[in-house]
């Protein structure tokens, strides 16, 4: 016999952990099933000895007046994860040099007026951006208890098909200050050509405004209080539990089967998987929907990385200061990305370095390049030949690197796809382009009346600020 719950949610991710907080907000029991043996999809972390890493998060916007925090208060749970902010929101090297920007909005226009006299007009117009931004996205977010409203498609629309890159040149004219902001890319995983003005300048724009943030103990913890406040109102959070298949009887999604034979019902379903598995595999192949498998056949995920997980000795402190650091030896930044499209890896082209100070007896230091999933057939010895050039360049740029390195682990486009069911090892969902905005980020409703998306495939996109605001908005319209 099946057990029944009044809604059940496919993965742990923090959008499934989000919307299901508050769908049991709103009296459902809510079941959430998870294939890993830990909960919060890239929110997870691991250990190695004595040393915590992050699987694939390392900064959100997090400050009081926020979105975030004003999600946790309204769940109770403001107290349940310590944050601590960070005294920058990154570094950029590039052959015009080195720069660190600041973390709050305040330091940040100090210091880009008194960096770049001649760009005050731009920097205000930036300032001006930033504010329309806020109003249009964040603002009905914080006030969606009074009533909830969907997208302004109307402030959305005007970023149609338009890149950051042709943004950013529209209001800044100095070529060092526009690779200052262009050097961000990593953040949305495509160049500044490629990527998409709105989604590109959003990251920016809640970092500029809220500071960058991380979660005492790892973001772990952000998974464990949300999983915490269903379980303590009478759901359930199952790890090792893959769902293998759902059923489907008039239209409706019924219950849903895991990989050991155990099924669920529920009246509700929450999808926060890959859509590519929900879509082509678990859903039965009579009702499948075709729309919805041309619209993935003409999508693409985006890119992966190759991750090097560093335990470090305490002197890195001192060596690597900045707690997020973007590498590039060319101004070209369309260059690289296509090289990462194409599957082109004679070296190392661009260097992403994130270092952790929870533990500052075991600091840890995590090298990032970008890359498809279809670079190799080999993951198991190419991911070792790629980390070795990437330590090599670390070392590089900061000389006795390599000394201070204790303990290494490396992960791949297929350890992420193995571990999170991202398709690919997606690291944002679907790729990030201008020329898909308006149709890459899938929709929460499904062509099956009770079965629901939510995640970082669906707008806004990656991120876990857009992936709580995606939940947040999805579990208003589910339960209206």
């Given amino acids: 016999m ?96 080195t720069v660190t920007i600041p973390s709050r909005k305040e330091q940040v226009i100090d210091y880009l007026n008194t960096g770049f006299p001649g760009q005050r007009a731009g920097i205000a117009a930036l300032q001006e951006q930033a504010a329309l931004f806020y109003g249009n996205i964040v603002k009905p977010l914080l006030e969606a208890e009074r009533g909830f409203t969907p997208e ?16 950013i040149d529209g209001i ?62 009478g759901g359930e959070v199952a790890t090792k539990s893959r769902v293998a298949a759902v059923s489907v009887e008039n239209s409706l999604v019924t219950r849903a089967i895991t990989d050991r034979g155990e099924e669920y019902e529920a009246p509700l379903f929450v999808s926060n998987i890959s859509p590519y598995i929900l879509h082509n595999a678990l859903i039965p192949e009579p009702f499948q929907g075709k729309r919805w498998k041309r619209r993935l056949a003409s999508l693409s995920p985006s890119a992966s990385c190759v991750a090097v997980y560093l335990g470090m000795k305490p002197g890195i402190n001192s060596l690597v ?30 260097l992403i370095l994130l270092k952790s100070s929870h533990a500052p007896e075991y600091p840890t230091l995590t090298l990032m390049n970008f890359v498809l ?10 991911k070792m030949r790629i980390a070795d050039m990437m330590v090599k360049k670390a070392e590089e740029l900061y000389p006795g690197l390599r000394s201070c390195i204790e303990v290494m682990e490396v992960g791949s486009p297929a350890t992420f796809e193995r571990y999170t069911a991202n398709t690919g090892g997606s690291l944002y969902g679907f790729e990030n382009t201008r020329l898909m905005y308006g149709e890459a980020k899938i929709p929460v409703t499904t062509h099956l009346p009770n079965l629901f998306q939510v995640g970082h495939w669906g707008k806004p996109g990656g991120g876990i600020w857009n992936v709580m605001s995606n939940a947040y908005a999805a579990s208003k319209m589910i339960i209206r």
């Fill in 321 to 350: 200061t900045p707690h997020i650091s973007f590498w590039y030896p060319s101004l070209d930044n369309e260059k690289i990305f296509s090289n990462v499209l194409r599957n082109k890896k004679d070296g190392i082209d661009h």
């Fill in 2 to 97: 099946a057990v029944r719950y009044d809604a059940l949610i496919i993965g742990s991710g923090i959008g499934g952990l989000c919307c299901g907080a508050f769908l049991a907000k709103a009296g459902m029991r809510v079941l959430v099933l998870e294939q890993h043996s830990k909960i919060g999809g890239y929110a997870h972390g691991f250990r190695r000895r004595n040393f915590s890493f992050e699987s694939g998060i390392h900064s959100i916007p997090m400050a009081d007046e926020g979105f975030i925090m004003h999600v946790l208060r309204l769940l109770g749970l403001e107290t349940a994860v310590e944050r601590i902010e960070l005294p920058e929101m990154f570094c950029i090297a590039n052959p015009l040099g």
């Fill in 373 to 382: 999933k279809s670079f190799s057939s080999d993951w198991k010895s190419d």
């Fill in 172 to 233: 800044i004219t100095d070529e060092k200050l526009r690779h200052l902001f262009y050097g961000q890319w990593p953040y949305v995983g495509s160049s500044p050509e490629y990527a998409p003005a709105l989604f590109f300048f959003m990251m920016f724009m809640m970092h500029f405004i809220e500071g960058s943030h991380v979660c005492k103990g790892g973001f772990s913890t952000l998974a464990d209080a949300l999983a915490s406040y269903i379980k303590g109102r």
């Fill in 152 to 167: 302004n498609r109307e402030f959305v629309s005007r970023f149609h098909n338009k890149s950051y890159k042709e943004f």
